[in-house]
C-alpha cells in the first residue's frame, strides 16, 4: 500500500468515525482506486450501489493528495447534500488529521445570482416592463430587493425569497447578457463575481453537470481552475450536456432582444431589426398552423423549412447590424449605459449565434419543431468527442453512479462519454493521446452495493399481460397495478413512461381504491418533484404516481415505499429527435441503433427506477415491471443484468402474500 493511500485510508476511517458511521468494504475500495487514479492520473469510472457512501470515496482522496477539485452534479438535491451535510460533517476531522484548512465552495451561473446593476438601474427593460404592467408582482420584487441589500446575502436564487420567475428574470441576467466586473457599477459588489472569487480559492468546488458541459463545449473557462473532475450522477452528464449545448430559437426571444435594442439604441438598425423579429413571429404562427395535427412534420427536419428560412435570414442579418454598431460605438463611459448596452450586445448576439448556426447545419446536428411554445431546437447528434477533446485531455475525470453498467458491462456509457471510441472496448490496447491525459488510458470498477438486495427485495415480472400499446397502459396493467397497491396498503411509488400513462392510471386506481384508506399522490405537469416526494413521505398509506423526473433521484428510506411499480421498460420514444437521429446513424454504419442507443438508456433508466426501493440496509419491498417483454424478448436478459439483483419471481400470489405479511407487519 502506497504512503497516500494509506492516508487516504486514515483519513476516511476519521471521516467516517466523525458521522457516526462504520467502514464499508465497497467505500474503502472506491477510495482506493480514486487515490490510485489521481497518483497516476489516469481516468476512473466507479458503479457505486446506494448504500456505499461514494461522496466520502471520492472527497478524501482528493483532500488528502492536496488536489484542488471540482465536482460536478446533475441534481440540486445532491449538490445541496455535498455542501449543506456531507462536508461540513466531515471537514473538522479531516482537518485535525491532515494538520491543514480545508475549504469548499458551490459555484453556480451567473443568472442565478441577482445583478446589482440591473437591479438598481432607473432604465426600464423589456423584463422589468413586465413588473411594472402587472402590479401584483411588486410586492414580490420589493421583498426581493430588501432581501438583497440585507447585511450577509448570498444574492443566490436558492437563498432568496420565493419570488416570480418574472421578478426574477428582471432582476438577474445571463452570461453572456453581463458586463463584467471590471466594467460594471457594481464589480466590487457583484455577487456572482464574488461566488467565483470565493470558489477559485477553494479545495472543493461543487456545481452543476449544465456549467461544466457548456464551458467543455464552447472550449471557454467559465468554471475555477482544477487538478480534477468528478462527475456524480456520471450516467446523466451525456444527456445533460446534449440538453446544455441545444440551441432555441422562439419567436418571444427574437422579440425581446428586438425590444431590449429599440429601448437603448432607437433608430434605423433596430427598426429593422423589430420588422425582421415580427416577421419571424408570423412566419412561425404560420408554420405551427401548417403543421397541426401533422406528427410527421414534429419529428426531426432534415433542414430548416422554407417558410422560415428567408425570415430566419433577415434576423441574422438585423441582428449582425446591431452588434456591429455596438462594437464600433466606444465612446461611452457612463457604467450604466455600457452595461444596458452589454446587455444589448449579449441578447442579439445569443439570437445571430443560434440563427447562425441554423443555417450552417449539417449532418453533425439535429434540427426539429415543438409546438407547444412554437421553438426551434438544434441539438449536436453526438458530445462525446467533444467531451474527449476538451475534458478528458485536461485532468483525471473520475465517473461514479449507481448505474453506470448496461447488461454488466461499462462499454456503453464509457462510449457516450468519450473515453472510449466508436467500435473500441475497455480491453484493447492503448493509444498514446497528444493530450496531456490520454482519454482511453481509464479504469473501471464495481464495488456493489452494502444492500442485500436478494434478502431485502423482489422482482415482480408478470408474463400473463399483455404487451404495451402506444395508448397508455392496458386495462389488465391497471387492474394488475390496483390490486399490487391494495396488497401494499399504499406505500407504492408508480412510475409511468408518459403523461398518458399517469392520468390513466389516476383515473382507475380513483376508482378502484376509493373505499381505502389510501391518498392519491398524482404528478402533474410542471410540478416541483421535491414537495411531491415530501408528501408521499409523510403519509405512510400514500402512493405517488408520476413520470420520468421521478425515476431518478428519490430517495424515501421507511415504511412509505414497499413497493415500486413500472408500467413499461422505457424505450425512447420514437419521436424523440436526438435519440431518433442517433439510433439512424447507428443503423447507418453498419451497427443497430436499438442495441447501441435504445437499449443502454432504458437499461439505465430501469436500473434507477428498480433502485428506488432499496434505500436502507432495513428496507423491504418489491418491484413490479407490469411489461411482459422483459421475459419474453431476448433483450430482457441484458435489461435484468443492469438492474439489482433482487429475487425473481412471476408467480403473483407469492408477490401479494409477501405485501400482505410486510403490510401488516408495519401496521402493528
Not at 420584487?141 to 450577509?152: D, H, P, V, Y
Not at 444589448?344 to 443555417?359: D, F, M, R
Not at 415500486?564 to 454504419?589: C, G, H, K, L, Y
Not at 442507443?597 to 436500473?607: G, I, N, Q
Request: glycine share 8%; proline share 5%; with cysteine.
Amino acid at each position: 500500500m502506497s504512503d497516500l493511500t494509506a492516508k487516504t485510508r486514515s483519513a476516511l476511517d476519521a471521516a467516517v468515525a466523525a458521522i457516526g458511521g462504520a467502514p464499508r468494504k465497497g467505500q474503502i475500495e472506491m477510495a482506493e482506486a480514486v487515490s490510485s487514479a489521481l497518483t497516476d492520473r489516469h481516468h476512473l469510472m466507479v458503479q457505486a450501489g446506494t448504500g456505499t457512501g461514494k461522496s466520502l470515496a471520492y472527497l478524501i482522496p482528493a483532500l488528502v493528495h492536496g488536489r484542488k477539485v471540482l465536482v460536478a452534479t446533475a441534481t440540486l438535491a445532491l449538490q445541496r447534500q455535498l455542501v449543506e451535510r456531507d462536508l461540513p460533517a466531515v471537514v473538522p476531522a479531516l482537518e485535525k488529521e491532515l494538520g491543514r484548512e480545508v475549504t469548499f465552495a458551490i459555484y453556480k451561473g451567473v443568472g442565478n445570482y441577482i445583478c446589482l446593476q440591473k437591479m438598481n438601474s432607473e432604465e426600464v427593460d423589456p423584463d422589468t416592463e413586465l413588473i411594472l404592467e402587472a402590479s401584483y408582482l411588486e410586492k414580490d420584487a420589493q421583498r426581493l430587493i430588501a432581501w438583497a441589500k440585507s447585511k450577509g446575502a448570498s444574492g443566490d436564487r436558492d437563498d432568496a425569497p420565493d419570488v416570480d420567475r418574472r421578478v426574477w428574470l428582471a432582476n438577474s441576467t445571463s452570461g453572456r447578457e453581463c458586463v463584467g466586473a471590471d466594467a460594471c457599477a457594481y464589480g466590487s459588489q457583484c455577487f456572482a463575481v464574488n461566488a467565483k472569487a470565493k470558489a477559485q480559492l477553494a479545495d472543493v468546488v461543487v456545481t452543476n453537470h449544465t456549467l461544466l458541459a457548456i464551458e467543455i463545449v464552447d472550449s471557454h473557462p467559465i468554471l475555477p481552475e482544477r487538478d480534477a473532475v468528478i462527475l456524480d450522477e456520471a450516467h446523466e452528464f451525456m444527456d445533460r450536456t446534449t440538453q446544455a449545448v441545444t440551441e432555441e430559437l422562439t419567436s418571444g426571444r427574437v422579440q425581446r432582444a428586438a425590444a431590449m435594442a429599440r429601448k437603448h439604441m432607437p433608430g434605423k438598425l433596430s427598426d429593422a431589426f423589430t420588422k425582421a423579429a415580427d416577421d419571424f413571429h408570423d412566419a412561425m404562427a404560420d408554420y405551427g398552423d401548417s403543421v397541426k395535427g401533422d406528427f410527421a412534420s414534429l419529428g426531426r427536419l432534415e433542414e430548416i423549412p422554407s417558410i422560415l428560412e428567408a425570415p430566419v435570414r433577415k434576423v441574422r442579418e438585423a441582428g449582425a447590424a446591431i452588434t456591429d454598431a455596438l462594437r464600433a460605438d466606444e465612446e461611452i463611459i457612463d457604467p450604466d449605459s455600457i452595461a444596458e448596452r452589454a446587455r444589448v450586445k449579449g441578447a442579439v448576439t445569443e439570437i445571430t449565434t443560434t440563427v447562425g448556426k441554423l443555417l450552417k447545419m449539417g449532418t453533425s446536428h439535429v434540427l426539429w419543431y415543438e409546438p407547444t411554445f412554437s421553438s426551434l431546437y438544434l441539438a449536436p447528434l453526438s458530445v462525446s468527442q467533444v467531451l474527449r477533446e476538451n475534458l478528458l485531455t485536461k485532468t483525471p475525470v473520475i465517473a461514479t453512479s449507481a448505474t453506470l453498467t448496461v447488461g454488466s458491462g461499462f462499454d456503453a456509457m464509457a462510449r457516450s462519454l468519450g473515453f472510449l471510441t466508436q467500435g473500441a472496448t475497455s480491453e484493447d490496447e492503448i493509444d498514446e493521446s497528444e493530450g496531456e491525459i490520454d482519454p482511453s488510458n481509464f479504469q473501471t470498477l464495481d464495488v456493489g452495493s452494502p444492500f442485500d438486495f436478494a434478502a431485502q427485495g423482489v422482482l415482480y415480472l408478470p408474463k400473463h399481460l399483455p404487451e404495451p400499446g402506444r395508448d397508455g397502459p392496458s386495462k389488465e396493467v391497471l387492474t394488475e397495478l390496483g390490486e399490487l397497491i391494495d396488497a401494499a396498503g399504499g406505500r407504492t411509488l408508480a412510475l409511468f413512461s408518459s403523461w398518458r400513462g399517469v392520468e390513466a392510471a389516476d383515473a382507475h386506481l380513483r376508482d378502484v381504491l376509493k373505499e381505502l384508506p389510501i391518498t392519491i399522490i398524482t404528478q402533474k405537469r410542471g410540478d416541483a418533484v421535491g414537495p411531491l416526494v415530501e408528501r408521499f413521505a409523510k403519509d405512510e398509506t400514500s402512493i405517488l404516481l408520476g413520470t420520468m423526473s421521478l425515476w431518478q433521484g428519490v430517495d424515501v428510506p421507511g415504511n412509505s415505499c414497499i413497493l415500486v411499480a413500472i408500467d413499461r421498460i422505457p424505450f425512447p420514444r420514437p419521436d424523440e429527435p436526438v435519440m431518433a437521429a442517433r439510433s439512424s446513424q447507428a443503423d447507418a454504419a453498419g451497427g443497430s441503433g436499438f442495441m447501441q442507443v435504445s437499449m443502454p438508456r432504458a437499461a439505465l433508466l430501469l436500473a434507477q427506477g428498480t433502485g428506488r426501493l432499496i434505500r436502507s440496509v432495513d428496507d423491504r419491498g418489491v418491484v413490479a415491471i407490469l411489461d411482459s417483454r422483459i421475459v419474453t424478448k431476448r433483450y430482457g436478459s441484458v435489461l435484468l443484468n443492469s438492474m439489482p439483483p433482487l429475487w425473481r419471481t412471476s408467480d403473483k400470489s407469492v408477490v401479494c402474500d409477501s405485501l400482505n405479511r410486510l403490510r401488516d407487519s408495519l401496521a402493528d
